[in-house]
């Protein structure tokens, strides 16, 4: 059974870095049917894409966090991050990472989130 | 990029049927069938219920369905149960930033 766990910090300061890690047992991030996700969902809002990356490293972003999120992938421990830089109150929220089940062995694309960690509330405020 | 547009609530009796829409544009919802519905209990993980347009995953009741008429997804809940009282999201690849979308999210009651 394939397992997501975020960790980090609970609370961050504004104009500082959020940094979360996410780490997957019960499967490998380096399988080529996957990429792995960040959503996040702010207190009484919807939920919002973030980002997501492949095993190579080949990331893509929000349109509207391109200029201050950063995923990155670590093989080797079989995890991978978020960074979101310049942070403000508005990103507040509970922040979940996913397994993106993109592509399967009979060619067709799902396209969908399978697996997702159990989320964590990251708070900015001084 | 903007979400994509879900009723903010939608309720029934069980054993009642319920169905949400979620409407989108031609970039997306219209022109693709990478939607895919979640449904989302407060404090758990999202679960996703239905993927392209209308398939589902193994373990998801078949009283889950979806369906697309243009620039329109929907969700159908059949025999509605209490555990079925939720937040569901509607989600879509949207060509216009080659990146996905969620929808405003509907929040079911089961009366």
């Known amino acids: 059974q394939v397992q997501l766990q975020e960790s980090g910090p609970g609370l961050v300061k504004p104009s500082e870095t959020l940094s979360l890690t996410c780490t997957v047992s019960?499967?490998?991030?380096?399988?080529?049917?996957?990429?792995w996700g960040w959503i996040r969902q702010p207190p009484g809002q919807g939920l919002e894409w973030i980002g997501y990356i492949y095993y190579t490293g080949s990331a893509n972003y929000s349109p509207s966090l391109k200029s201050r999120v950063t995923i990155s992938v670590d093989t080797s421990k079989n995890s991978f991050s978020l960074k979101l830089s310049s942070v403000t109150a508005a990103d507040t929220a509970i922040y979940y990472c996913?397994?993106?089940?993109?592509?399967?062995?009979?060619?067709?694309?799902?396209?969908?989130?399978?697996?997702w960690g159990q989320g964590t509330l990251v708070t900015v405020s001084s | 990029q903007s979400a994509l547009t879900q009723p903010p609530s939608a309720s029934g009796s069980p054993g009642q049927s319920v169905t949400i829409s979620c409407t989108g544009s031609s970039s997306d919802i219209g022109g693709y069938n990478y939607v895919s519905w979640y449904q989302h209990h407060p404090g758990k993980a999202p679960r996703v219920m239905i993927y392209?347009?209308?398939k589902r995953p193994s373990g998801v009741p078949d009283r889950f369905s979806g369906s697309k008429s243009g620039n329109t997804a929907s969700l159908t809940v059949s025999g509605l149960q209490a555990e079925d009282e939720a937040d569901y999201y509607c989600?879509?690849?949207?060509?216009?930033?080659?990146?996905?979308?969620f929808g405003t999210g509907t929040k079911v009651t089961v009366l």
């Open positions: 019960g499967g490998s991030v380096s399988s080529g049917f996957y990429y």
């Open positions: 392209e347009v209308s």
């Open positions: 989600s879509s690849y949207t060509a216009s930033n080659n990146f996905y979308v």
């Open positions: 996913a397994r993106f089940y993109y592509y399967d062995s009979s060619g067709d694309y799902p396209c969908y989130f399978d697996y």
